[in-house]
């Protein structure tokens, strides 16, 4: 429409160029032609309500969508039936559990205490909640189950770690890493290397190893004893139950 046949100060609204909504262009352009200012102003301000609401919409899908489909990988692998761990260390020696750790310190061979599990005490934390596999800097950090990576970093006392959500909604928790190869979100198979045996945080100076403890989201009140804190072992696993090596 003609613009010098409008009213003076409706050019504005007849010239927009926001088209979302066809109907409400129309009658701002047909108001625009009878001269009534205050209908056209309406229409245009509906016209960009609309521009607005459109992209909140377009930027809201953009966003869930990817964020659906991570609820979806969590719950799927979270739902998945348990699995034997493999032990998260491959080194040159087969990793094995010791009941005399003295015996085998400073020898080379891979292991972990028998007692390693719950000892008490065990500084701030007061008990120990896993198991500390000790072994040569450098060796091979394994992912014990498949599974998804929740979480990693670096911590003043975890040192690097890494999380990850596996089967039966356990979390894995690796801790004291020289490095992590893996990144957030990924999934990870049985076996795959997810990092390098350190000794990283409030480990530094001390022997190499992997912490490595298992904690279930759904809590197993069977679990809990009489010991220091006994009822966090409704929470925290003993990461044997779920492989079982040979003790010395």
């Given at each position: 429409m003609p613009g010098d046949l409008l009213?003076?100060?409706?050019?504005?609204?007849?010239?927009?160029d926001i088209r979302v909504h066809e109907i409400y262009w129309r009658l701002s352009g047909l108001y625009c032609e009878i001269g009534n200012e205050d209908m056209a102003k309406r229409h245009e301000q509906?016209?960009?309500?609309?521009?607005?609401?459109?992209?909140?919409?377009?930027?809201?899908?953009?966003?869930?969508?990817?964020?659906?489909?991570?609820?979806?990988?969590?719950?799927?692998?979270?739902?998945?039936?348990?699995t034997v761990m493999v032990i998260p260390v491959k080194s040159r020696m087969t990793c094995r559990k010791v009941a005399k750790p003295e015996k085998v310190q400073n020898t080379g061979t891979c292991y972990w205490d028998a007692q390693s599990f719950w000892y008490s005490p065990w500084g701030e934390s007061i008990v120990h909640k896993g198991i500390d596999i000790?072994?040569?800097?450098?060796?091979?950090?394994?992912?014990?189950?498949?599974?998804?990576?929740?979480d990693k970093g670096y911590g003043p006392v975890s040192g690097n770690?890494?999380?990850?959500?596996?089967?039966?909604?356990?979390?894995?928790?690796?801790?004291?890493?020289?490095?992590?190869?893996?990144?957030?979100?990924?999934?990870?198979?049985?076996?795959?290397?997810?990092?390098?045996?350190?000794?990283?945080?409030?480990a530094m100076g001390k022997p190499h190893h992997l912490h490595f403890s298992v904690t279930t989201i759904l809590p197993h009140f069977w679990k809990i004893d009489g010991s220091i804190q006994g009822w966090k072992k409704s929470f925290y696993l003993n990461p044997e139950e779920f492989f079982a090596p040979a003790a010395e």
């Open positions: 009213p003076k100060g409706l050019t504005y609204y007849c010239d927009s509906r016209l960009r309500s609309g521009a607005r609401n459109f992209e909140y919409k377009k930027r809201a899908k953009k966003f869930l969508k990817p964020i659906g489909i991570i609820a979806l990988l969590f719950i799927i692998v979270g739902f998945l039936p348990s000790f072994a040569k800097e450098g060796d091979t950090v394994l992912a014990a189950t498949y599974g998804v990576v929740i770690y890494v999380k990850i959500l596996g089967p039966n909604w356990r979390i894995q928790y690796y801790a004291h890493m020289k490095k992590s190869d893996v990144w957030l979100l990924q999934f990870v198979r049985k076996g795959e290397k997810i990092g390098e045996v350190g000794n990283t945080g409030n």
